[in-house]
């Protein structure tokens, strides 16, 4: 392979062939959220191993399968488990599939993450829809060679998250009656939780929660001027003056508890979208 487009061209070309044809939607799930395949009709599902380019999901609970089919009438794609810049990936082999559904025709992109909330009135075991983001992970995606043909050098960031896609998520939760709060993410490196002091300079500079993904596929989207809209699952609250050591079991307990609001929502909006 030549370069990057190159390598992007491979891929689309090897998962065309897999019969992954005109999908609308692209949705990628984040940690402990895996289960809206179960609503799928699902046409296909390729193991990230099997594909050309594709990192492999190094975290155990993540399934780490591109899977193809209908949900709710539309075709889709979607990742089964996500990559992070902790895994050891640069941050382009993170974002590559977010490159490949963009090739294969997806129309926007849905992203959700598991996370821990900063705002003091979010609870674990709701969801927040992003509004803006801060990038904290200390690398960019977009750094290195630019291809015109993907997007412009200077991507704008005025509006990462689709104010028309965010709207109807907002309308769909009101009427399934999911409680749905609105704030910023913030994305660090990780693999290690917060200290007390980083959770309170986190609070400080105008997050409401915190993860370590997300924002590097929001990326790519806003460079290849993809709508994009995301979600997070607060999968537990970290209170700097009230801290618990974290456990990772209690995590994805929240996160299975919450999933249910957010499969609602994202079955019901890729219908209407």
């Known amino acids: 392979m030549n370069n990057f487009l190159d390598k992007i061209k491979e891929t689309t070309a090897y998962l065309q062939a897999k019969g992954i044809l005109y999908p609308e939607t692209g949705i990628i799930l984040g940690t402990g959220l895996g289960n809206l395949i179960n609503?799928?009709?699902?046409i296909t599902a390729i193991d990230y191993k099997d594909i050309p380019h594709f990192p492999?999901?190094?975290?155990?609970?993540?399934?780490?399968?591109?899977?193809?089919?209908?949900?709710?009438?539309?075709?889709?794609v979607a990742m089964q488990g996500r990559f992070h810049f902790y895994e050891g990936y640069s941050m382009q082999q993170i974002t590559f599939p977010v490159r490949v559904m963009k090739f294969l025709g997806i129309k926007q992109l849905l992203v959700s993450?598991?996370?821990?909330?900063?705002?003091k009135s979010f609870r674990k075991g709701e969801l927040m829809l992003i509004t803006d983001h801060i990038n904290l992970i200390g690398d960019n995606p977009l750094i290195g060679?630019?291809?015109?043909?993907?997007?412009?050098?200077?991507?704008?960031?005025?509006?990462?998250?689709?104010?028309?896609?965010?709207?109807?998520?907002m309308k769909v939760a009101e009427k399934n009656q999911v409680k749905l709060n609105k704030g910023v993410y913030a994305?660090?490196?990780?693999?290690?939780?917060?200290?007390?002091?980083?959770?309170?300079?986190?609070?400080?500079?105008?997050?409401?929660?915190?993860?370590m993904s997300?924002?590097?596929?929001?990326?790519?989207?806003?460079?290849?001027?993809?709508?994009?809209?995301?979600?997070?699952?607060?999968?537990?609250?970290?209170?700097?003056?009230?801290?618990?050591?974290?456990?990772?079991?209690?995590?994805?307990?929240?996160?299975g508890l919450a999933e249910k609001g957010l499969?609602?929502?994202?079955?019901?909006?890729?219908g209407e979208l």
């Not at 899977?67 to 009438?73: A, S, W």
């Not at 693999?191 to 309170?200: D, G, H, K, Q």
């Not at 003056?241 to 209690?250: F, G, H, R, S, T």
């Open 39 to 42: 609503s799928m009709e699902v």
């Open 113 to 119: 993450n598991a996370c821990g909330a900063l705002n």
């Open 145 to 169: 060679k630019n291809y015109n043909e993907l997007g412009p050098r200077f991507p704008d960031m005025s509006q990462p998250y689709s104010k028309s896609i965010s709207e109807k998520i």
């Open 187 to 211: 994305a660090v490196a990780g693999p290690n939780l917060e200290t007390r002091a980083e959770y309170r300079f986190l609070s400080i500079i105008g997050a409401d929660v915190i993860g």
């Open 56 to 76: 492999v999901s190094t975290v155990e609970f993540h399934q780490g399968k591109l899977v193809f089919g209908i949900l709710n009438k539309k075709k889709i």
């Open 214 to 255: 997300t924002i590097p596929e929001v990326l790519v989207a806003n460079h290849t001027e993809l709508p994009v809209a995301a979600i997070s699952v607060i999968t537990d609250e970290c209170d700097p003056d009230n801290l618990a050591p974290v456990n990772i079991k209690e995590i994805l307990k929240m996160a």
């Open 263 to 270: 499969n609602k929502i994202f079955t019901e909006l890729v």
